[in-house]
């Protein structure tokens, strides 16, 4: 009988071995990435909360300041119009490079010549250079020279005083910047907008027809409802890479002319590497992240609100 139970407990242990042996492996899989998010991603996230309520310059002794950053937003005019700046550029690129990125998948995903050429060309703009895009953006969009104007002044006959100065002028800039935006974007999402038109449902266009509806019905009763977790996914990460701009405005506009384009991500980097007032650029960037949680999060519940219907 003691045999019996020794052998029980031999494989017993023997199991737990096994089990841990396996666990070991799956978490040495894990490591790299959980070590590479926790060095670079959850260590500075938690020093930047702890910083947003210090003053340091980088070079002297960090004090405490309490909410003291957090008061000086309501008080910086600066913050307060990268804040709307962001907003508004957020609400502009956001539904136009959607709808744009979406009708283009529709009209490559239909049977037109030259189809795979026209879709490599609209996602080219996405895989080029900013830096370089940029720099051949600001030379079509020139006040002076620029091929943009030249058109506008000979073929419509626009007036040299009323030319738009694109992102020289204040009242244009962000126009020029949302503009850019969806051109060097909206290729991105038209390929994942064209994987979740590759994944419908024939069978659902085929029983629509036999009910004698139009391509507009189709469209609006068929395609769309297939496509909401796509549009979910595309929705979400336009509007968290909109918050985050940070590369376009560096390369069109530097945030002006006179602030007219400065938002938040580049206001942070202003304020924390150029004045070096890095307990003030953590507080704005708590700021930024929690507008994005709670985007987010509303975003998630007006899903899981729609699948509910």
């Known amino acids: 009988m003691a045999?019996?139970?020794?052998?029980?407990?031999?494989?017993?242990?023997?199991?737990?071995?096994?089990?841990?042996?396996?666990?070991?492996?799956?978490?040495?899989?894990i490591a790299p990435n959980f070590i590479g998010f926790a060095v670079f991603t959850l260590v500075p996230l938690v020093f930047a909360l702890a910083l947003s309520f210090m003053?340091?310059?980088?070079?002297?002794?960090?004090?405490?300041?309490?909410?003291?950053?957090?008061?000086?937003?309501?008080?910086?005019?600066?913050?307060?119009?990268?804040?709307?700046?962001?907003?508004?550029?957020?609400?502009?690129?956001?539904?136009?490079?959607?709808?744009?990125?979406?009708?283009?998948?529709?009209?490559?995903?239909?049977?037109?010549?030259?189809?795979?050429?026209?879709?490599t060309v609209s996602f080219f703009p996405y895989v080029a250079s900013l830096v370089a895009v940029a720099a051949v953006w600001n030379m079509l969009f020139s006040p002076s020279m620029g091929p943009v104007n030249m058109l506008l002044s000979k073929v419509f006959k626009v007036s040299a005083e009323d030319l738009p100065r694109w992102?020289?002028?204040?009242?244009?800039?962000?126009?020029?910047?949302?503009?850019f935006s969806?051109?060097?974007?909206?290729?991105?999402?038209?390929?994942?907008?064209?994987?979740?038109?590759?994944?419908?449902?024939?069978?659902?266009?085929?029983?629509?027809a036999l009910d004698g509806a139009n391509p507009q019905q189709k469209f609006w009763h068929v395609t769309l409802p297939q496509l909401r977790p796509t549009t979910f996914f595309v929705l979400m990460m336009l509007i968290i890479t909109s918050?985050?701009?940070?590369?376009?405005?560096?390369?069109?506009?530097?945030?002006?002319?006179?602030?007219?384009?400065?938002?938040?991500?580049?206001?942070?980097?202003n304020t924390a590497f150029v004045s070096w007032d890095l307990g003030y650029a953590s507080a704005i960037s708590m700021v930024l992240f929690l507008l994005v949680l709670g985007i987010t999060l509303l975003q998630f519940?007006?899903?899981?609100?729609?699948d509910d219907i």
């Not at 009708?103 to 795979?116: D, E, G, T």
């Not at 519940?301 to 729609?306: N, Q």
């Open 167 to 179: 992102a020289a002028d204040k009242d244009w800039a962000m126009t020029t910047v949302v503009m």
């Open 301 to 306: 519940r007006g899903e899981r609100h729609f």
């Open 243 to 269: 918050f985050k701009v940070y590369d376009i405005i560096y390369n069109i506009t530097q945030g002006g002319p006179g602030n007219a384009t400065m938002v938040l991500v580049y206001y942070i980097y």
């Open 55 to 119: 003053n340091w310059d980088g070079a002297n002794s960090i004090s405490f300041a309490g909410l003291d950053n957090f008061r000086r937003l309501f008080r910086d005019k600066v913050f307060i119009k990268a804040l709307i700046n962001t907003l508004v550029y957020t609400a502009a690129t956001v539904p136009l490079t959607l709808v744009a990125s979406l009708a283009l998948a529709l009209l490559l995903n239909s049977r037109i010549f030259a189809r795979n050429f026209f879709r």
């Open 3 to 29: 045999s019996v139970t020794q052998v029980q407990a031999r494989r017993t242990s023997s199991h737990r071995k096994r089990k841990l042996l396996d666990q070991l492996i799956a978490y040495s899989f």
């Open 182 to 208: 969806i051109w060097k974007y909206m290729g991105y999402y038209m390929v994942i907008f064209l994987a979740g038109l590759q994944n419908t449902n024939p069978e659902l266009y085929e029983a629509a």
